[in-house]
């Protein structure tokens, strides 16, 4: 069966779901912001078959998400690190992790990881802001509309 693609929608969610829209992708990002720079640390981490490993690492560094940076000349063998681009994608995953902690839990359960301050041990929760107000973002407080083509 053949995917649908969206990578030229006007559509900045489906864009973004053409790249992210398949499971292993942001657990892919994921661990590599919580260090994982290479194959076999992904594989082992993941549980993912090689095969479909090797074809997510292609797609994140052809979409500029990430990078191979040689780390062995004989036999060649290369680290992934995270681009600006690929970095920039925490804020969703932050977003991701604070819905899947408030919403994928039983009551009364909760999720065996947690995000916590490097600097006090806390546990955070994040939110998503508008950059400019600083303010959370409420859906009744934000509409569609389009941007000016100038």
Not at 87 to 104: E, Y
Not at 134 to 142: F, K, N, Q, Y
């Amino acid at each position: 069966m053949r995917r649908t693609r969206f990578d030229d929608a006007r559509c900045p969610v489906a864009r973004a779901t053409d790249l992210m829209g398949d499971w292993w992708t942001p657990l892919v990002l994921r661990d590599a912001f919580f260090g994982q720079r290479r194959f076999s640390g992904f594989q082992e981490s993941l549980d993912i078959p090689k095969a479909v490993l090797a074809a997510r690492l292609a797609r994140l560094c052809d979409e500029g998400m990430m990078e191979k940076v040689p780390y062995s000349e004989h036999p060649p063998r290369y680290e992934y690190h995270l681009t600006d681009k690929g970095r920039a994608f925490w804020d969703v995953l932050a977003a991701m992790w604070r819905w899947g902690t408030d919403w994928c839990w039983p009551e009364g359960e909760h999720p065996y990881l947690s995000l916590k301050s490097r600097a006090t041990g806390q546990i955070v929760h994040p939110i998503v802001v508008d950059e400019l107000t600083g303010e959370r973002l409420d859906l009744d407080a934000v509409r569609f509309g389009r941007t000016s083509t100038g």
